[in-house]
């Protein structure tokens, strides 16, 4: 429901949660007993647990904000697979507990690697509450100004870099901008400028989401680079073009007291000239102003991005 915008993204936290989780699953363990140990079919126990698995489920996904759900998904990936695992200790079957395993295993290692990449504990995932709702307003924005511009001048800059890095994010896979990036980043290489990609590991909302957008569009793997690959050469870069992406290029991670501070962060604010395309000037998931959009090398293109790459591309011809 929060992937696809069903209701808020912002963490639901209420006072006694856990402990409520804590009784709803203790209660579970123990009308899973009853059902086991009645004589005959006694089925009342095994739907009133059926009702408060279901329940549980909802009531543990709901504290986590939208910032941490990509590894929200790759974790609830691993417990399909442990569930697997153990029905195929339960029926025998070698196969299931195999195949089992080595999802849950999968899944729980991305987790580490995820929380690991946004400088997060895995138990304060869990814990929940981190976050803001998709498109919240940042607080402290209203006396800062932005240098907005038009495709056209984005075009312009791009014609004349000699290097540009493309980060994408969800607005980028939101807009299924990823063909049309393509055939601008091909214009620009046609014309002498060399382009590669930025790839935070949980930009988007699903770990690995930019890689696999970038691999529908064909885009060539040697273009591509992971954050710590490409970091160190931000610096030289002419123009970094930011498309749909937030919390990933915002430069508070580097700052103390910062709820994000240590989060690894691709180093945008480090270009000549930085192009960012936004919708609007809303917060991203976690609910933070970044400054990046206020710093003097910095002009916002506003739009769907899809849209925006398109007039780059017709003003590139």
Not at 12 to 21: A, F, M
Not at 272 to 288: C, D, F, H, I, P
Request: with cysteine; aromatic share 8%.
């Amino acid at each position: 429901g929060k992937m696809f915008r069903l209701f808020s993204s912002a963490p639901v936290v209420y006072k006694g949660q856990h402990l409520l989780n804590l009784i709803l699953a203790i209660v579970m363990i123990g009308l899973g007993l009853a059902f086991f140990l009645a004589e005959g079919k006694a089925w009342m126990p095994f739907l009133v647990m059926l009702g408060i698995a279901f329940a549980l489920g909802v009531l543990i996904i709901i504290p986590i904000g939208g910032a941490d759900m990509p590894v929200v998904i790759s974790m609830l990936n691993s417990y399909s697979g442990w569930a697997a695992a153990g029905i195929g200790f339960s029926l025998n079957n070698s196969m299931l507990i195999i195949a089992g395993s080595l999802v849950g295993s999968s899944g729980a290692i991305l987790s580490y690697i995820m929380c690991k990449a946004m400088n997060r504990s895995f138990i304060s995932v869990i814990m929940g509450g981190f976050g803001a709702a998709e498109g919240a307003t940042a607080a402290g924005t209203g006396d800062k100004t932005v240098r907005s511009g038009s495709a056209e001048d984005a075009a312009f800059l791009l014609a004349n870099a000699e290097s540009v890095v493309i980060v994408p994010g969800y607005g980028l896979a939101v807009a299924r901008a990823q063909h049309a990036v393509k055939e601008m980043a091909q214009k620009l290489i046609a014309k002498g400028v060399n382009v590669r990609y930025a790839i935070h590991p949980v930009a988007g909302r699903m770990p690995g989401h930019m890689n696999v957008l970038l691999a529908e569009a064909e885009v060539p793997y040697d273009q591509v680079f992971e954050m710590e690959d490409i970091n160190g050469e931000l610096g030289t870069t002419d123009v970094a073009l930011v498309l749909g992406a937030n919390d990933v290029v915002n430069p508070l991670a580097h700052e103390k007291g910062s709820p994000i501070y240590g989060m690894p962060i691709i180093e945008a604010h480090k270009a000549r000239t930085v192009l960012v395309n936004k919708r609007s000037m809303a917060a991203g998931y976690a609910g933070l102003d970044n400054p990046l959009f206020y710093m003097d090398k910095t002009m916002m293109v506003f739009g769907d991005a899809k849209k925006v790459v398109e007039d780059i591309v017709k003003a590139l011809e």
